[in-house]
């Protein structure tokens, strides 16, 4: 038997206003790292790829 599909619900109006600023300034204080390389899995993936003479 199958399960119906139940709607998505879609925002709108002021709802919709105030996901997408609280959106925008979450983005717009994001805390990143300047320099993705860095990274350990990134360090990894390099040592990985070396290593199997990919790079």
Do not use: V, W
């Not at 038997?1 to 002021?14: E, F, Q, S």
């Not at 979450?26 to 990134?42: I, L, P, V």
Request: charged residues 30%; glycine residues 6%.
């Amino acid at each position: 038997m199958a399960t119906a599909i139940k709607a998505i619900p879609t925002l709108k109006g002021k709802e919709a206003r105030e996901f997408l600023r609280r959106a925008e300034e979450a983005e717009r204080n994001y805390q990143g790292t300047d320099n993705r390389d860095d990274h350990s899995y990134c360090i990894m993936a390099h040592a990985i790829l070396s290593k199997a003479g990919m790079l």
